[in-house]
Every structure is written in structure tokens, then in C-alpha cells.
């Protein structure tokens, strides 16, 4: 089993930043393909990033804003949001899985692994 917490969730106004983190223990596993994912009120959930050895994904909303990050001696990644837009409001998790790298990334159902999640709220 892995465990996933997140933190660093907020609420800032439009144009603004912030940084999520997501803290791994268990059997982690440098392997692992690690992810955010983010559900607005009303939306399925959605694939924002991923991250697996060098291989790096973004949904096509948040290219040139955000950064995933990993640090595998801390057991944490992180997504860097910048430039941060109204729509950008929904609770952001992080998941983790043996996925291969490529499509299966995009996919909530290819990871085995979910925080809680972290409220990030972008206000106008």
C-alpha cells in the first residue's frame, strides 16, 4: 500500500501561484508513476500531470502555467501552479501507480494510489 498526502491548497486571486505537494509512504517506489488529478463541483475528474523517470505530461489547459516536480529522496512531487485562472477551481489530488508511460497516464483509472485531495480556489 501507498499513502498519498496532500497539502498546499488554497485560495488566491487570479494571476497568482501557488504549490502543491503530495507526501508518499508505504511502498513507494521511484517507479511509480506519479500524478494530479482535479474534479470541479459538477465535472468528472480530470487529468492535469504526470511524471515518470524523465517522461513529463500536461493536459493541454495547463501547458506553459504549471510544473510537476519530483523529488524522490523526499517521496514527495509537486505541481507548481502559476498564472492561475478562475477555472483552474477544483480539488486537485495526487495518485500514484505502476503506469506505463505514455497514454495510460492520462487515465484516473490506470493509477491504484489517491490523496485526499487539496482545495485550490482561484477568485476573479
Known amino acids: 500500500q501507498v499513502q498519498l498526502v496532500e497539502s498546499g491548497g488554497g485560495s488566491v486571486q487570479a494571476g497568482g501561484s501557488l504549490r502543491l505537494s503530495c507526501g508518499a509512504s508505504g511502498r513507494t517506489s521511484t517507479g511509480h508513476t506519479m500524478a494530479w488529478f482535479r474534479q470541479a463541483p459538477g465535472k468528472e475528474r480530470e487529468f492535469v500531470a504526470a511524471?515518470?523517470?524523465?517522461?513529463?505530461y500536461y493536459t493541454e489547459s495547463v501547458k506553459g502555467r504549471f510544473t510537476i516536480s519530483r523529488d524522490n529522496a523526499k517521496n514527495t512531487v509537486y505541481l507548481q501552479m502559476d498564472s492561475l485562472k478562475p477555472e483552474d477551481t477544483a480539488i486537485y489530488y495526487c495518485?500514484?501507480?505502476?503506469?506505463?508511460?505514455?497514454?495510460?497516464?492520462?487515465?484516473?483509472?490506470?493509477?491504484?494510489?489517491w490523496g485526499q485531495g487539496t482545495q485550490v480556489t482561484v477568485s476573479s
Open positions: 511524471i515518470r523517470w524523465a517522461m513529463i
Open positions: 495518485a500514484a501507480g505502476n503506469v506505463p508511460s505514455g497514454s495510460a497516464s492520462y487515465r484516473r483509472h490506470a493509477y491504484d494510489y
